[in-house]
């Protein structure tokens, strides 16, 4: 969708979404979108400090910009 939508304006459009973990999931609850929900940050560090959240944020910011979310 989002896709089609880029195509068929002279603009490129800035597309979002709201993502707050365990309150707010709009792609990580979604099983076609991607394998498990994402975590909090405060699961991230307990399960690796601040490099765990680090590749978290990379990784996500991949998952969004392939689906052609690219604000983030």
């Given at each position: 969708m989002i896709s089609n939508l880029q195509t068929s304006t002279k603009i490129t459009l800035i597309t979002v979404v709201d993502e707050e973990v365990e309150k707010v999931v709009r792609v990580s609850?979604?099983?076609?979108?991607?394998?498990?929900?994402?975590?909090?940050?405060?699961?991230?560090?307990?399960?690796?400090?601040?490099?765990?959240?680090?590749?978290?944020?990379?990784?996500?910011?991949?998952?969004?910009?392939?689906?052609?979310i690219n604000g983030q």
């Open positions: 609850s979604n099983k076609s979108l991607v394998s498990e929900p994402f975590k909090s940050s405060k699961e991230l560090y307990e399960g690796g400090g601040f490099e765990a959240i680090i590749n978290d944020a990379i990784n996500k910011n991949a998952i969004l910009s392939e689906l052609g």
